[in-house]
């Protein structure tokens, strides 16, 4: 099991950036590793995955071309890099590890290991 712990988050204007960090303990760079959000009153969604090695990587539409994901395995840590943010971007955004190191997909259920969650209010 992987234990997980987001921080980065915070207030920003539409239109600006912010950088996410999830540090992990455990066995990280054996899991393939993602992002994911909520906002109030409606699902959790997906919105990013790597792979164990970084070597690929999968986003959500509605992010393409202004989220990057990406991982430093000597550091046990994901980031989410987030420019051109919307106001729509609100949320609270969690890290989580895939629920096996066989696992692929990007669905809640495909992932086992939750971190506690950090705020993004992006203001119009």
């Known amino acids: 099991q992987v234990q997980l712990v987001e921080s980065g988050g915070g207030l920003v204007q539409a239109g600006g950036s912010l950088r996410l960090s999830c540090a992990a303990s455990?066995?990280?760079?054996?899991?393939?590793m993602g992002w994911f959000r909520q906002a109030p009153g409606k699902e959790r969604e997906f919105v990013a995955t790597i792979s164990r090695r970084g070597d690929n990587t999968y986003y959500t539409d509605s992010v393409k071309g202004r989220f990057t994901i990406s991982r430093d395995n000597a550091k046990n840590t994901v980031y989410l890099q987030m420019n051109s943010l919307k106001p729509e971007d609100t949320a609270v955004y969690y890290c989580a590890a895939a629920r096996t190191i066989w696992t692929t997909g990007h669905r809640v259920a495909d992932f086992g290991s939750w971190g506690q969650g950090t705020q993004v209010t992006v203001s119009s």
């Open positions: 455990g066995p990280f760079s054996s899991y393939g």
